[in-house]
């Protein structure tokens, strides 16, 4: 069974930075897509960045130069590493994967993580 188990988050003020990590578990897929999704209180779900097996992907306008997703393959794991944070950033991110197949724009996610919430302070 996939998981995808989510941690970091928290409260930071702006101008800081924050990483969260989305360790996955149950497949052996070696060709997947994985995202960052985040939705913030009375908006919808937005994916904000994706990265591919095979390093495909990018990034959404509003956070690109800002974020960034390394992923540690030996541990199954990627992260979302937020630099320069502004209060708009605020929201409950998600990670979010799906098998067997390359990333591309609207794709829909199969297997998702429990959620993390960011709060940036002005």
């Known amino acids: 069974q996939v998981q995808l188990v989510e941690s970091g988050g928290g409260s930071v003020q702006a101008g800081g930075s924050l990483r969260l990590s989305c360790a996955a578990s149950g497949y052996r897929y070696s060709r997947y897509c994985m995202a960052w999704f985040r939705q913030a209180p009375g908006k919808e779900r937005e994916v904000i960045a994706q990265i591919g097996s095979y390093g495909g992907g990018g990034y959404a306008d509003s956070v690109k130069g800002r974020f960034t997703i390394p992923r540690d393959n030996a541990k199954n794991t990627m992260y979302l590493q937020m630099n320069s944070l502004k209060p708009e950033d605020t929201a409950m991110y998600y990670c979010?994967?799906?098998?067997?197949?390359?990333?591309?724009?609207?794709?829909?996610?199969?297997?998702w993580g429990q959620g993390a919430q960011v709060t940036v302070s002005s």
């Open positions: 979010a994967a799906d098998l067997g197949r390359d990333c591309y724009m609207g794709m829909t996610f199969a297997y």
